[in-house]
């Protein structure tokens, strides 16, 4: 219960700015531009939102351009094919061929994938309505993501470095425990447990990577630059400790019963270290 409790509160603020930003696209495509079916606009925005604050804008570029190129690629497909399973299968194919060369990433592909069925399946002016839900969407999250709720290097940095230690702490802890138990059973499905935590480290080199493109594009500061290359620096080395406490559990797991027994107070000791840090 405690880590649903965390979870729901580090990330109620962006769900709370996901739902007003699909509000506001809904209204601004229904209402100033008088769309009939505004769909799109706010699903836009959701998925250029619904990512790590860092890469929100990224994110909405590349929702943009997955869909424009699979619009693009829908209406060709369309006006030499017309309707059909061929057109369809042969729309995707260029389309998702196209947002290969064009970014690669996956969620270009999903949008210039549905972008061209859209367009095969209900006409021009569906794949039209398509982009302009998108620019729209689009406009939006840019508007919440960079101007209004725009993502601080730092502190982006330090939450991920936060959350990492405090996950390999909990891993440490729950692996002591188990060792106490000295059930061989349970010692195993702790290990599943533990490799869960794997996790953390990516996120945190998506925070190092995400950090360092709000910070070219935001801190203009020498000092704001400063802090954040040695927060950088803290991190790599967090990385590595993370891998070594990975190591150390599964050498642990790998002991006998009474060996587990002996260094399970090590364990104990080295996960009350981390979380105190």
């Not at 619904?50 to 424009?68: A, K, M, S, Y």
Request: hydrophobic share 50%.
């Amino acid at each position: 219960m405690a880590r649903v409790r965390k979870r729901v509160g580090d990330n109620l603020w962006p769900v709370l700015q996901q739902a007003v930003a699909a509000a506001l696209s809904w209204w601004i495509a229904d209402d100033l531009i008088d769309h009939h079916v505004p769909l799109f606009a706010p699903i836009a925005t959701l998925v250029a939102l619904n990512t790590p604050l860092g890469g929100r804008g990224t994110n909405t570029v590349r929702v943009l351009v997955g869909v424009i190129s699979g619009v693009v690629v829908g209406q060709l497909a369309f006006d030499l094919l017309g309707h059909g399973a061929v057109t369809v299968g042969a729309a995707v194919l260029c389309a998702l061929l196209v947002a290969l060369v064009l970014d690669g990433e996956r969620i270009t592909m999903a949008q210039a994938a549905v972008g061209a069925v859209i367009c095969v399946a209900a006409g021009r002016q569906a794949g039209s309505d398509r982009v302009l839900d998108a620019l729209v969407g689009g406009a939006v999250a840019l508007v919440f993501s960079q101007l209004l709720f725009p993502a601080r290097p730092l502190a982006l940095l330090r939450k991920a470095e936060s959350t990492t230690l405090s996950g390999l702490a909990d891993a440490l802890g729950l692996t002591a425990r188990e060792m106490d138990a000295g059930d061989d059973e349970r010692t195993f499905r702790t290990w599943d447990e533990v490799r869960a935590v794997y996790a953390l480290l990516d996120d945190l080199g998506r925070a190092r990577t995400d950090s360092a493109a709000v910070a070219g594009r935001t801190l203009h500061r020498r000092g704001g630059r400063e802090h954040l290359t040695r927060e950088t620096v803290t991190a790599l080395h967090l990385d590595l400790l993370g891998n070594s406490c990975f190591t150390l559990v599964r050498r642990a797991l790998a002991l006998d019963t009474r060996h587990r027994q002996e260094f399970a107070p090590v364990l104990r000791a080295l996960a009350g270290a981390l979380d105190a840090l």
